[in-house]
């Protein structure tokens, strides 16, 4: 057997016989694809439950009172405030051999405020999320 000579031709020959020797090349193709190995299913309930609450309530009330005064003045007085007291004199002109003011009265109106702690009961609503985990095949889309 005789070894072979290698020509610039590209082909060996082996025995005086020209041998053709294929030249092979290998590449890698990487690539990504979408797999789906699952799905998820949220359902959303509403719960209602009675919820006790200390609801504050403001309530303001007022007293009006008439306060006899009968007092000369030189001119009428203004509203004023004393305290919670708002004060409102009333006049009354009377005629004399001269004229002269008089407060005749005087109304007071006191602002009175009273907060009492009532419980009210009232059915309040929440939503809760349930998580289901489905395979892949359990939806036809």
Do not use: Q
Not at 24 to 29: D, G, R, T, Y
Not at 82 to 87: K, V
Not at 109 to 123: D, G
């Amino acid at each position: 057997m005789e070894y072979g000579k290698e020509r610039a031709s590209g082909y060996t020959e082996v025995d005086g016989e020209a041998i053709t020797i294929p030249v092979v090349e290998e590449s890698l193709v990487v690539g990504k694809r979408l797999v789906e190995t699952g799905k998820v299913r949220l359902t959303l309930h509403a719960e209602e439950h009675a919820e006790v609450l200390d609801v504050p309530l403001t309530e303001v009330r007022w007293h009006v009172e008439h306060v006899p005064v009968n007092r000369v003045v030189d001119a009428a007085p203004e509203v004023r405030v004393e305290g919670d007291t708002t004060i409102y004199p009333v006049m009354e002109e009377r005629v004399v051999v001269r004229r002269e003011l008089v407060v005749r009265e005087e109304v007071r109106v006191t602002r009175r405020t009273a907060t009492n702690v009532e419980r009210v009961s009232e059915t309040v609503r929440r939503e809760k999320v349930v998580e289901e985990r489905l395979p892949a095949d359990s939806f036809s889309e």
